[in-house]
């Protein structure tokens, strides 16, 4: 663990970011969280393979995913079932072993190339915001691994505005 003081000099932007948003003042995982990310994670394994064939498929987005290939800390107006969110306590397990990283590494990439082919487009103007405030969420979590920070930063390069 690097000490605190040691942090903010090393990391000052990565420091102070995670002080406003998954830092110290960010809310704990309480019992509605953590089922909230459980259904998530059941939702990921579960659609995230079809998720991408349609994809493939299609070159766009066809079908109502947006919620569980785009996690923020907020759950869908319209998601169906039970809510799904990520909190800075309980996102870490979307890359644990027995979670769908690997599949949803493969969705995030494929709309990534696919925005960067076609535009932002290739997502219905309704997912629009999802995506902006998932970019504002996981820009700010400390410990995204390398290949979802190179996500956001290809999604970053568009305007995707918050509604």
Same mark, same amino acid.
């Given at each position: 663990?690097?000490?605190?003081? =040691? ?7 990565? %420091?102070?970011?995670?002080? $406003?948003? *998954? &830092?110290? !003042?960010?809310?704990?995982? !309480?019992?509605? +969280?953590?089922? /909230? ?15 991408? =064939?349609?994809? =493939? ?12 290939? $785009?996690?923020?800390?907020?759950? &869908? /107006? +319209?998601?169906? !079932?039970?809510?799904? $969110?990520?909190? *800075? ?5 979307? @890359?644990?072993?027995?979670? +769908? /990283? ?9 709309? *990534?190339?696919? *925005?960067?082919?076609? &535009? ?6 309704? #997912?629009? &915001?999802?995506?902006?405030? $998932?970019?504002? @969420? %996981? ?6 691994? =390398? %290949?979802?920070? #190179?996500?956001? +930063?290809?999604?970053?390069? @568009? #305007? %995707?505005?918050?509604?």
């Amino acid at each position: 663990q690097v000490p605190d003081f =040691e942090l903010r000099l090393t990391y000052p932007v990565r %420091w102070l970011r995670a002080m $406003f948003n *998954c &830092g110290r !003042g960010a809310p704990r995982a !309480g019992r509605r +969280s953590r089922a /909230a990310v459980e259904t998530l994670l059941k939702r990921q394994r579960d659609e995230l393979p079809d998720i991408l =064939e349609e994809l =493939e498929q299609n070159n766009r987005k066809t079908g109502h995913w947006a919620w569980w290939v $785009f996690p923020t800390d907020m759950p &869908g /107006a +319209s998601e169906p !079932g039970s809510e799904t $969110f990520v909190t *800075c306590d309980t996102a870490a397990q979307l @890359f644990e072993a027995d979670a +769908s /990283a690997t599949n949803w590494r493969s969705v995030l990439e494929k709309v *990534c190339e696919l *925005c960067e082919e076609r &535009g932002m487009r290739v997502l219905p103007r309704i #997912d629009h &915001g999802r995506v902006h405030f $998932f970019l504002k @969420f %996981w820009q700010t979590y400390p410990d995204s691994p =390398e %290949w979802l920070q #190179d996500v956001l +930063s290809r999604l970053d390069k @568009f #305007d %995707w505005p918050p509604r």
